[in-house]
């Protein structure tokens, strides 16, 4: 039998009952135990939370047994909760680390075993061997004690972090303000955690509230996955302008990420919210400190750095990147391309609620639809046209097409000089002349390159891309 088990960032993801399997899940909570066990952090309890995915709550149960057989205090979530919630709860409770059953944003055959330090973050990076070290050999089955008899003899306790995470969002957005604000909005959680959150935040007052894919659905119906992104807001945005709403939000499955939906119907990509949430606390709330960025975000914030007098930090991608910058220069916002953003004074972590909250906040202070907010944005930096494409290629041809990204000295991409060549994570060509960038990057897990662009010349988006493709030497 095959080993399947490696943790990465964000942990371990499988197919549900092909490698994601409750013995599995078992071995993975074993290894996790006895690393919090190691590194002297066991004491302080460890939180499991789930998702709504296939079986969540019961592969939850499995960790929370095999927590409790180590002696470990479980804080087990009493229903399914987004990431940011339970990532707030190991801070609530001091607890030594975290484990959330979920797969985000993945395809419905998937499900996942996240991991959190007890800082409510990603486990290090340097930290997931000694991890992976304890995982038992494949067919071996961990110690487990029995749900009743763990919750019996004090060792699995159940919590609702529903009003301590509401106390935290709190300190960074006036709630009751945001009730008053007569708005309509079309709330997508994607069949996914992030259900009910707003009417429960904001709700029952000015605020009307659409939801939609809001029940329990592991299959995820008008979708291909629960990532807030096209075509996978496509009901959305025909809801939104049919609706007369003045916005959309979709949540993805866990609710880390936030995508937005103009009044009009048209999606505001990630690249522009991220901008608009900088301008946001830059401008509507006085807010100062840097900026953190993958390499992948906007220029915009550059600009919006320069006119704002801060700085703006670029990192390789991924939140393992983002959240360490976000605390070592006490930064206001740190985001991605993805659509995952954190701010300041909260955790160090995506958080797509309060994202959320945040965009329809600056809404309320400026009075301001999202086509209103992005002809602001583009009055301050100029319009700005991004674009990803992702394409499959044969496995066997990975190093040469590699080989032909890491060889390319283009001194010209697609009309635009090249004027440097950052290789931090991937290859980012920096052109000229209003030319923008264009970032080649490859999947570490599947035979996938990602081509990404972003312009200030819209008519130059698709060649500027099909030039990146060129590069490697595949074809759409």
């Known amino acids: 039998m095959r080993e399947p088990i490696t943790f990465g ?9 092909e490698d994601f399997t409750f013995d599995n899940v ?8 006895r690393y919090l066990q190691e590194t002297g952090r066991a004491e302080r309890g460890v939180v499991v939370g789930y998702d709504h995915r296939f079986h969540s709550e019961n592969f939850a149960t499995a960790v929370a047994e095999v927590m409790a057989a180590h002696g470990i205090h479980v804080y087990l979530t009493a229903g399914p909760m987004p990431t940011p919630v339970i990532s707030h709860t190991i801070l609530d409770v001091g607890a030594g680390g975290g484990v959330n059953i979920t797969a985000s944003h993945n395809p419905p055959t998937d499900n996942g075993f996240k991991i959190r330090a007890d800082y409510g973050g990603a486990v290090a990076s340097e930290e ?25 003899r004090g060792l699995v306790e ?7 995470y509401t106390e935290r969002v709190i300190r960074l ?22 259900s009910n959150w707003f009417p429960r935040l904001i709700g029952g007052d000015a605020v009307e509230i659409v939801q939609i894919h809001a029940e329990r659905n592991p299959i995820f119906p008008e979708m291909i996955r629960p990532e807030p992104i096209p075509p996978n807001v496509d009901v959305l945005r025909e809801r939104v302008p049919s609706l007369g ?4 939000i979709a949540t993805d499955g866990d609710a880390d990420r936030v995508g937005i939906v103009a009044e009009t119907g048209r999606f505001v990509n990630q690249l522009e919210v991220f901008s608009l949430l900088a301008y946001y606390l830059l401008e509507v709330r006085g807010w ?4 953190v960025k993958t390499l992948s975000a906007s220029s915009m914030l550059e600009k919006l750095g320069a006119r704002y007098g801060v700085p703006v930090h670029e990192t390789g991608v991924g939140f393992k990147y983002v959240a360490p910058k976000m605390l070592e220069t006490d930064a206001i916002i740190g985001g991605e391309e993805s659509g995952g953003y954190a701010f300041r004074g909260h955790l160090p972590e995506r958080d797509g609620i309060l994202a959320g909250l945040m965009f329809l906040d600056l809404m309320y202070r400026t009075g301001k639809r999202p086509t209103e907010l992005l002809e602001t944005l583009f009055g301050l930096v100029g319009p700005h046209y991004y674009e990803r494409w992702d394409v499959r290629y044969p496995a066997e041809r990975r190093e040469e097409i590699r080989a032909n990204v890491a060889n390319a000295r283009p001194s010209q991409i697609a009309g635009f ?16 002349d209003d030319g923008g960038w264009l970032l080649i990057r490859f999947s570490g897990t599947e035979p996938l390159i990602r081509v990404y662009t972003e312009t200030t010349r819209e008519e130059k988006v698709e060649a500027l891309l099909r030039a990146g493709l060129a590069i490697a030497g595949v074809e759409r």
């Open 9 to 17: 960032t964000d942990g371990w993801r499988g197919v549900i009952a």
């Open 288 to 291: 100062r400190g840097p900026i």
């Open 417 to 432: 000089s090249v004027e440097r060549i950052d290789t931090t994570d991937g290859w980012k060509f920096h052109l000229g």
């Open 26 to 33: 078992r071995r993975a909570a074993h290894a996790f135990a």
């Open 158 to 164: 159940y919590v609702d972090p529903t009003a301590t």
């Open 173 to 194: 957005v006036d709630l009751d303000a945001l009730r008053s604000f007569r708005v309509k909005l079309v709330a997508d959680p994607m069949w996914g955690v992030g």
């Open 245 to 248: 709403a003045d916005v959309g």
């Open 128 to 152: 997931l061997p000694n991890v992976e070290k304890h995982i038992p050999p494949a067919g071996e089955s961990p110690p487990r004690l029995a749900l009743e008899e763990a919750v019996e």
